[in-house]
């Protein structure tokens, strides 16, 4: 894995030997078949790849088709600068902003670690899906 700033922007890049147990971890075949995870952009968008090698971000809540959006990966050349201030961390919004969450720094957001993002992705993508199927009650009385 390497990470740190691009510019603007903070990107996690894992390598060719961590995709599948990363992509397995986030459960990212059951919200977005036939792609894996390559990185995390900004913390806030996975770096996704197709089974055509296609690359594209998506939130991380929800993972849906409807909000992939294309992305070229830096090339060889690109060199990450390191911020150990959160290297090893992600920032995550505790109420994702897709259930109404605020998106600014504040009680709403917290850094965790790899693992503890990982749970909360597939949860969240899980509470999504199951809100998804439920029927929309009539409206009135």
């Given amino acids: 894995m390497t990470e740190g700033w691009l510019g603007d922007d903070y990107l ?3 390598d060719e030997t961590e995709i599948a147990s990363v992509s397995e971890s986030y459960a990212i075949s ?3 078949p036939d792609h894996q ?4 952009f900004g913390w806030d968008d996975f770096i996704v790849r197709d089974s055509g090698g296609k ?3 998506v939130p991380t809540v929800p993972v849906t088709t409807k909000y992939l959006s294309p992305y070229v990966l ?3 050349g690109a060199h990450l600068n390191p911020d150990d201030r959160v290297l090893g961390k992600i920032k995550w919004y505790v109420q994702p902003v897709a259930f109404g969450g605020d998106m600014n720094l504040g009680s709403n957001a917290a850094w965790m670690d790899h693992a503890k993002h990982q ?7 899980e509470l999504y899906l199951s809100a998804k199927k439920q029927p929309i009650p009539p409206a009135g009385p």
């Fill in 30 to 32: 059951q919200f977005l």
């Fill in 37 to 40: 995870v390559v990185g995390l």
């Fill in 119 to 125: 749970q909360l992705v597939r949860y969240w993508n």
């Fill in 12 to 14: 996690i890049l894992f």
């Fill in 74 to 76: 830096p090339t060889g």
């Fill in 55 to 57: 690359t594209s971000t």
